[in-house]
C-alpha cells in the first residue's frame, strides 16, 4: 500500500518532533526496553534515540516522512553513510547528560553492552540503516516502505549493499519484503537477540 506522505531530508529543526515520534514507535523495543529500565520507556528512548539521530542528521542521511496537510513528523529513517556509520565515542560523550538521563546509572552500564553489536558490523562498504520507526497511530498504512525508498533506490543505482539490525522477530518478514536477509541472530548478554540483515543492490533487468 502506497502511502500518502511526503519525504524529505530531515533538518535540525526538526528533532525535537522527530525524537518524540520514534520514542513512541520504540516504546515496545526489545533494546530499548532493555537499555532503560524506568517506565514508560517512551520519553527516554525519545531522548536517546533523538540523540543519536543528531549525530547523523549532517550527513544528510536522515529523512522523515511528513503528513501532507499538516506537515506532522509521522516517521523518520537514520541512516549511516558508507563509511561512515561509525559514531565515535567522543561524540557520545558530548552527550554524556543526556544519555544518562535517558537510560539512568544502570542503562549506562547496559549501552556499553551495546558496543558488542558494533563489533559485528560489517566491514565492507554499505549504507546501514540504523533507525526507522513509524509513530504508532500511523503504521501499517506504508510509511516506512516510503522511508525506505531513497536510499534502497541509491543502493540499487551505487550497487552498495544494505546492513540493518532487527530487535524484534516479528520484523524480520517485513524487511524481508525489501530483499533484506538475516545473516545470523545474535544475543546480547543477559539482553535480548537480534537480528543481522543484509541487502545485495538489485539489478535492474537489462
Known amino acids: 500500500m ?3 506522505v511526503n519525504i ?3 533538518t535540525d529543526a526538526d528533532l525535537p518532533e522527530l525524537s518524540q515520534v520514534l520514542g513512541r514507535a520504540f516504546a515496545d523495543d526489545p533494546v530499548m526496553e532493555f537499555v532503560i529500565s524506568s517506565h514508560p520507556v517512551a520519553p527516554r528512548a525519545a531522548i536517546l534515540l533523538g540523540t543519536i539521530t543528531s549525530l547523523h542528521i549532517s550527513d544528510r542521511s536522515v529523512f522523515v516522512a511528513t503528513d501532507p496537510t499538516s506537515g506532522a513528523i509521522l516517521g523518520a529513517a537514520v541512516w549511516g553513510l558508507p563509511g561512515h556509520w561509525r559514531v565515535p565515542t567522543t561524540a ?11 537510560v539512568g546509572l544502570r542503562g549506562i552500564t547496559k549501552i556499553s553492552v551495546l558496543s558488542a553489536i558494533e563489533r559485528q558490523h560489517p566491514t565492507e562498504p554499505h549504507h546501514y540503516l540504523a533507525i526507522i520507526g513509524t509513530d504508532p497511530e500511523h503504521q501499517g498504512k506504508g ?12 543502493c540499487d543505482e551505487e550497487g552498495l549493499p544494505a ?7 516479528s520484523n524480520v518478514p ?3 519484503r525489501f ?5 545470523t541472530p545474535f544475543t546480547l548478554k543477559g539482553g535480548p537477540t537480534l537480528h543481522f540483515m543484509w541487502r545485495d543492490p538489485e539489478v535492474p533487468p537489462s
Not at 510509511?143 to 541509491?154: K, S
Not at 546492513?163 to 522477530?169: H, T, V
Open 2 to 4: 502506497a502511502a500518502n
Open 8 to 10: 524529505r531530508l530531515a
Open 92 to 102: 557520545y560523550v558530548r552527550h554524556a547528560r543526556k544519555l544518562l538521563k535517558a
Open 143 to 154: 510509511i516506512g516502505a516510503a522511508l525506505l525508498a531513497p536510499v534502497l533506490d541509491l
Open 163 to 169: 546492513y540493518l539490525e532487527s530487535s524484534k522477530d
Open 174 to 176: 517485513y524487511y524481508r
Open 179 to 183: 530483499a533484506f536477509e538475516v545473516t
